[in-house]
């Protein structure tokens, strides 16, 4: 069997909002960035979300190849982040109609965009890349989208996963906060009975399992029980972004090293530098890619090389423009992050891993065929 060519130079970011952002806030991905801040200027969803930063025009003009487009839920219940009728739930059922929309919404654009693709097949992965060869047009490059489901309750019951599966999912998250399956982001606890069997279902479909939001315990349960490919989509170490159970112990992301996962560094002030916080006054500018490549350093040397880091940006997930590192505007500027590790000392082949390859890799070992 023939090896694959190798990929192009491209930004795989492991984690975008897409979905949630268009359904919730009106940011159609196909919308350019400047034409919405324009026209959101002083409005209610540019309070609540931030200054707008991703779009695809955008992602295009930053070589961001392929993302890990999310299918988000969100809990209806008291105290919540997020309480919206698109994305909010009350019961298993709702919870997989709104999960549903979101998937619908993608193939929407996949449909209607001849530059985006829905990438669920290793076919479907080299049809992308190969838009981005050397020597390709700018108009022919395709913007590829790999389904993540942030929070498993859309999902009905273990075996229903199929479902999903056939629809095109192949990453899932089990938490966001608490769900059926977890223990997550604000709630102690260990994975439920349900979560449990939905591991041993999704490995037999080879799925990814997504280590973002468990809460501690989980985490660690599942590093013991999941045998097959996981990764940590969107998260940091709690050395560096505080104490609270949404990022990984140092252990944990030992662990995911050994087991060749990857962890995708965010672009969130907050999850940067833990004593920052906008609603205490946090400027922008006060923490900057250099905070970026600290975070992406700090996995490197506790895993022992720079195999099991990446980016997950969770661009426009409920934080804007307000709250990303000093040098970036949009999502073009993850461009940065490669010569800002490189003036650390990163070497070009390791930079493309993290920038890319490392995540490649993860589709390489579980796309079907």
Known sequence: MQDKPPAPDLILDAHLDIAFAALVSGREWTRPVYESRRT????????RE????????????GRVGIAFGTIFTSPARKGAQF?????SYHTPREAYERGLAQLDYYNRLADEYANIALIRTQPELDRVLASWAEGVPFAQHIFGIVILMEGADP?????????????????????????????????????????????DVMASFNAVLDLSHL??????????????TLIASHSNSRK???SSERHLT???????GERGGVVGIPMYNRFLKAEWSRASGGKKEEVTLADVVSSIDYICQLTGSAAHVGIGSDFDGGFGLQSVPAEIDTIIDLTL????LAARGYQPDDIRAILSGNFLRILRQTLPM
């Open 240 to 242: 560096l972004a505080g």
């Open 50 to 61: 931030g200054v707008r930063v991703a779009g695809l025009r955008e992602a295009l003009l």
């Open 83 to 87: 309480r919206d009728d698109l994305i």
């Open 40 to 47: 959101e200027a002083g409005s209610e969803t540019e309070m």
């Open 155 to 199: 999902i009905l019951e273990p075996k229903q996963f199929e479902e999903w599966y056939e629809r095109g999912v192949r990453v899932v998250g089990p938490a966001w906060e608490q769900t059926r399956y977890s223990a997550g982001t604000g709630e102690s606890g260990p994975l439920t009975g349900m979560g449990r069997e939905l591991l």
């Open 215 to 228: 809460a501690e315990r989980a985490c660690d349960e599942a590093l013991d029980l999941y045998d097959k």
């Open 250 to 256: 140092d252990s944990a992301i030992r662990r995911i």
């Open 337 to 340: 992050v490669a010569p800002a």
